[in-house]
């Protein structure tokens, strides 16, 4: 098994990563929180220039490669004295193949002993559980409008070194 990360510096990279995007949120959230309110989310916050605008304002991208595959990604803020972990999707068929512990352990790498959080919709238990298995706890819940008669329902998990 071989695991690859390697940070999103050009346009090419960004569209794979987009269509990773759109992929593995479609997977993850249809079944959550349905089609449209899916379809708004990945065009807000997913497409290519979404991201772009991102990585415009400091957001940082990495994609994961399986054997040369690229099958997931993950996003990082850089907070004052904290790091914002984004996103973290792995592909479906690519899922339980440790590629999204791997990925951890180089987050928290690249974090330096600073404090990472993230949120996770309070219905997708499959992500709750894997982030708890990595130590993180539940720290708080939020319920933050989107836009177009829609909200993010989160759990806000933090990792506890």
Not at 32 to 37: A, L, N, Y
Not at 87 to 111: D, P, W
Not at 140 to 153: P, W
Request: charged fraction near 25%; charge should be negative.
């Amino acid at each position: 098994m071989s695991i690859s990360i390697t940070e999103v510096v050009d346009i090419d990279d960004l569209k794979e990563t987009a269509r990773i995007a759109k992929t593995s949120w479609t997977e993850t959230y249809v079944p959550i929180i349905g089609r449209e309110q899916t379809d708004y989310m990945i065009e807000r916050f997913q497409s290519y220039d979404a991201m772009l605008d991102g990585v415009k304002k400091g957001e940082r991208y990495y994609l994961i490669s399986f054997n040369g595959i690229y099958c997931g990604y993950f996003c990082l803020v850089n907070e004052s004295e904290k790091v914002f972990l984004s996103k973290l999707y792995v592909l479906k068929e690519f899922q339980r193949n440790g590629i999204a512990t791997s990925a951890f352990e180089f987050i928290k790498i690249l974090c330096d002993r600073r404090k990472i959080y993230l949120t996770v919709n309070r219905n997708n238990h499959p992500a709750m559980g894997f982030y708890k298995r990595m130590g993180f706890i539940e720290a708080y819940d939020q319920v933050k409008d989107i836009g177009n008669g829609f909200v993010m329902d989160d759990h806000v998990m933090e990792y506890q070194r």
